[in-house]
């Protein structure tokens, strides 16, 4: 195949970085999105290029993407994994907290999808690959506006991939379960967080970001055309489908 590039959000460190550096391992020219600087992914991939933008703001991802062209000519794989995943009681939630993580989480996706749709459609060939979350079917009650925001996201996907299909353009998502990321160690990991969740899955032991790729790179394969709308689980066997 001619070299593709691949556009990846939330690329600065954790599951982001590890997709960025597996997509250029595999021959992609490969652009990241973060809001955070991105020298650690950059000294790992020959010809990166770093966009600092936030990836829910139209202007800074249309800016981003006319960038993307401008350098490598075409874009063809967009994924979006830029997330944050706070937890704590419902009643506790505020409208602020709610409309950050949905703007994050959901709208962010949405965003980045629609302003590299153009390009994609010019390419006659692509792959949008959404991050969710296996919390979609254990449900913690501690993470309410997460799990809706990825709840929605799936339903992002699924539409999507029946709208773009004729134009050779598959929507996936990927379903992981508490990945040991830098900040999952802060925050929801902290105090026994992963303990709890091994607990639930039959793989007893934590899931490390480069348990993500071989999944990351089948859905954008050549050859997985075939498959789109769909939510693939790779959580450990936390939950069946």
Do not use: C
Request: net charge negative.
């Amino acid at each position: 195949m001619d070299t593709r590039t691949a556009l990846v959000t939330g690329a600065a460190q954790g599951l982001g970085q590890e997709f960025a550096v597996a997509l250029a391992g595999r021959g992609y020219r490969v652009a990241g999105l973060d809001i955070a600087p991105q020298a650690r992914t950059a000294g790992k991939i020959l010809d990166y290029l770093e966009l600092e933008g936030d990836a829910a703001d139209e202007e800074q991802v249309r800016a981003g993407m006319e960038r993307v062209i401008d350098r490598f000519g075409t874009l063809h794989v967009v994924v979006n994994n830029a997330g944050v995943y706070p937890a704590g009681p419902f009643e506790e939630t505020t409208v602020e907290d709610w409309r950050r993580i949905m703007r994050v989480n959901l709208e962010a996706p949405f965003v980045v999808t629609r302003a590299a749709l153009p390009y994609l459609k010019a390419a006659g060939w692509g792959r949008v690959v959404n991050i969710v979350s296996a919390a979609v079917l254990t449900a913690p009650p501690d993470m309410v506006p997460y799990v809706t925001s990825k709840t929605g996201l799936i339903g992002f996907t699924r539409a999507l991939a029946s709208a773009l299909g004729p134009y050779g353009i598959t929507v996936n998502a990927i379903a992981p379960s508490m990945v040991r990321t830098a900040t999952a160690e802060r925050t929801v990991g902290a105090d026994g967080g992963f303990e709890a969740v091994r607990a639930g899955q039959v793989v007893p032991r934590t899931q490390e970001p480069s348990d993500l790729v071989s999944t990351l790179l089948y859905v954008v394969d050549e050859g997985s055309g075939f498959l789109t709308g769909q939510t693939l689980n790779v959580s450990g066997g936390s939950a069946f489908l």
